[in-house]
């Protein structure tokens, strides 16, 4: 059975020079109501449930602001899924990039409940428009490559977790940096996680070069898909990238980050966890004890980290 020994072994640390910087927060007449952060708390719950568990350890304030930012990132996954033509699914885009860059200039006429949570979140925390913009842009990209894949997470999923740290007052050179690590290894994670649906639909999401690399039939694998022994290298390279990263923030950048950035970087508890569950089921994805949610470990983990400051296992440590 393969194991991530290897790619802990390889996990090399280099140390920086600390940046912190503060921010002031900005006190104004909320634009949203209790239902609109209600509406966003409850698409989270449905279809994020592990980032819902992982905000309930963030200040209120910042919360509603991480509901608000992950709704935005549902609705425009949905996009796709949810129109029938390209040009169609670039309209709903426009209308999402148009709305969100609007809220910089006060455009809050007739906005939905999802920009009426996040204008409030700007206004109180001063998000920058270039994680919402950037997340926006990066929907409709194509990825060809474990590097792409790489580029997709830094330029979505990462983009979530630095507006977050932005919510908690935090601007700093080794939380971003940790934040970019953990939007690559929870893309890679999802990307893993859905393949079995995915492929159920005739769709096959993992990278071509790896593809090619392990010579799998697409084809063979959407029609019937099962586990083999070419897909499992192939996704055993790409999961111990994913936990690679999670090993070095939590050695290098959790250390030197402020405590207070913590509950935007809990993202990664969940995500570590289902890593070793692949691990544990011998990159076999379609091992239905990966479908599971075991939420009261989840928690108890997230607590753990949140008390300790850290993730990383002290078995780990002395790998």
Known sequence: MRKFTLALRLCTVHRSTLCVRSITSTQSTPLSTRNDIEYCRRLVHKHDYETYLTSLFSPLHAREALWGLRALNIELLAIPMHTRTPTAASVRFAFWHNTIMGLYTHETQNLPPVARVIYDAIQRSKISRTWLRRLIKEQDSSIS???????????????????????????????????????????????LRTMPEQLAHGRCDLPRDLIAKHSIDVQELCKSPKNSPELQNAVYEVATTAYTKLCGVAELHIPN????????????????????????ANFDIFDPRLRQTHAIHVLWQLWKARRKGTWLDVSNQSV
């Open 257 to 280: 980050s402020p405590r207070q950035a913590l509950p935007a970087l809990l993202p990664a508890v969940p995500t570590k966890l289902w890593l070793e569950r692949l691990e544990h």
């Open 145 to 191: 490559s474990l590097d792409d894949l790489q580029r997709h997470g830094e330029r979505t999923i990462a983009c979530l977790v630095h507006a977050h740290l932005e919510s908690l007052g935090v601007r700093n050179m080794h939380a971003d940096n940790a934040a970019r690590a953990i939007g690559i290894s929870s893309t890679i994670a999802r990307m």
